[in-house]
């Protein structure tokens, strides 16, 4: 164990929540570096880590780039997904050598049905088998482990479960406040999620429509020992500067740092694919934009748009 997460706490801010499709090593360096306490990866296969075998998007491999940081990245989990736990270990070993992370997240709230019997939001049906499997990531791992699950299954079986994951020795435990039937319905339930904080002695962190950053300070004092945001971090990354007491930006600033995400996108990825991928993004950080960003192919394409953006006065924030 590193301690990352109990040291990471202790300052003020919120955290860049995993998200698939979005939080890769660009995204995580632009929110890192307006103040996330930490950022997670989007979510990656163990057993594809371990075979080093590829899943293809965009036309490009990337089973292993989900994990690879940007250049000068720092603060940065992995998070694995995976039912057995030899897998799971031989990824967390793989993962530290590969791509050295603070600390290796296991996924307990995927719900979407490819993903039974592979782990994800079904394991919430059978604590102690998430549980075993967080017990031998930890003794893979020489970093903190820690998961993120939802609620439960189709019921709130949440303080029994997190109970389970804490006595296996996760160093951190995120809870997304929906059960994995609701998926994204309905609002997000933080006394559930305080609840589970008030019967845990390690750190809770809170996650579910935070969509203001004066709402971390809010939730916070719920109980938790942090705040996780994912949809609303979304081309609004300075929701992170907010959150640690700095200031919201200025549509100039929303035109450079969207600019600044498609060069670092295309630094990454190669130009082509890295700004095709980017276009649901952009359209984010510059909504009124919405309709000349959905169709960039070049980063000139994207500093053109921009521009023009900086240009006018009326330029609207983001929604
Ligand atoms: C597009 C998308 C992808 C997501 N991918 C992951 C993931 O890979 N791992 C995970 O633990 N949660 C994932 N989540 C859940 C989020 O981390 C978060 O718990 C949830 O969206 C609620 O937070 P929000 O209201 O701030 O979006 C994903 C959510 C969305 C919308």
């Given at each position: 164990m590193n301690g990352f997460y109990t040291r990471r706490l202790a300052s003020p801010g919120a955290i860049l929540a995993p998200m698939a499709g979005f939080t890769d090593a660009p995204?995580?360096?632009?929110?890192?570096?307006?103040?996330?306490?930490?950022?997670?990866?989007?979510?990656?296969?163990?057993?594809?880590?371990?075979?080093?075998?590829?899943?293809?998007?965009?036309?490009?491999?990337?089973?292993?780039?989900l994990g690879r940081p940007f250049e000068g990245e720092r603060d940065r989990v992995i998070q694995l997904f995976g039912a057995d736990a030899d897998v799971l270990a031989d990824a967390c070993r793989h993962v530290e050598r590969l791509h050295a992370?603070?600390?290796i997240d296991l996924n307990l709230g995927?719900?979407?049905?490819?993903?039974?019997?592979?782990?994800?939001?079904?394991?919430?049906?059978?604590?102690?088998?998430?549980?075993?499997?967080?017990?031998?990531?930890?003794?893979?791992?020489?970093?903190?482990?820690s998961a993120k699950m939802r609620l439960g299954w189709d019921a709130d079986r949440s303080v029994e479960i997190a109970l389970a994951l804490q006595e296996a020795g996760?160093?951190?435990?995120?809870?997304?406040?929906?059960?994995?039937?609701?998926r994204y319905e309905g609002e997000a339930n933080w006394d559930a999620i305080a609840n589970v904080a008030a019967h845990l002695s390690i750190p809770?962190?809170?996650?579910?429509?935070?969509?203001?950053?004066?709402?971390?300070?809010?939730?916070?004092?719920?109980?938790?020992?942090?705040?996780?945001?994912?949809r609303s971090?979304?081309?609004n990354p300075w929701i992170f500067r907010e959150a640690s007491g700095g200031a919201a930006p200025t549509n100039e600033e929303r035109a450079k740092v969207a600019l600044m995400?498609?060069?670092?996108?295309?630094?990454?990825?190669?130009e082509r694919t890295g700004i095709r991928a980017l276009r649901?993004?952009?359209a984010k950080y510059l909504p009124h934009l919405r309709e000349e960003l959905v169709r960039v192919e070049t980063v000139d394409d994207v500093r053109r748009v921009v521009t023009f953006a900086s240009s006018r006065t009326t330029a609207q924030p983001a929604a």
């Open positions: 995204f995580r360096e632009i929110a890192s570096s307006m103040g996330a306490l930490w950022t997670v990866s989007e979510m990656m296969s163990a057993a594809g880590v371990v075979t080093e075998a590829t899943t293809r998007r965009h036309g490009r491999d990337v089973t292993l780039d992370p603070i600390a995927c719900p979407v049905p490819k993903m039974k019997g592979r782990g994800g939001s079904c394991l919430l049906q059978t604590p102690e088998v998430a549980a075993h499997l967080v017990q031998a990531m930890r003794r893979a791992a020489s970093c903190d482990v996760a160093a951190l435990i995120s809870v997304h406040g929906r059960t994995a039937a609701q809770v962190i809170g996650s579910g429509d935070v969509t203001r950053a004066s709402q971390v300070a809010e939730k916070k004092r719920l109980g938790v020992a942090g705040v996780m945001i994912a971090a979304v081309g995400h498609a060069e670092r996108a295309a630094a990454f990825y190669g649901k993004v952009l």
